[in-house]
């Protein structure tokens, strides 16, 4: 397995993980309550790790040329 297909693990870890510790109605962010920041935070941060790997793996730059 490749290290770069580790950055895969963080959203799960961010978003199971990391609930039990942001379960908080305040503060808000956004006019949010902290919690649901934090989920459509980690769904967006999502997109961008798994555009990363994307980027990295060699895999995809064989179809470019």
Excluded: T
Aim: hydrophobic share 60%; with cysteine.
């Amino acid at each position: 397995m490749k290290p770069y297909y580790l950055l895969a693990v963080l959203p799960f870890i961010a978003i199971l993980g990391g609930a039990a510790f942001v379960n908080r109605i305040e503060p808000y962010v956004l006019g949010l309550p902290f919690f649901l920041f934090w989920i459509i935070l980690w769904a967006v941060l999502c997109s961008v790790i798994m555009f990363i790997i994307y980027r990295l793996d060699p895999l995809n730059k064989e179809n470019e040329e």
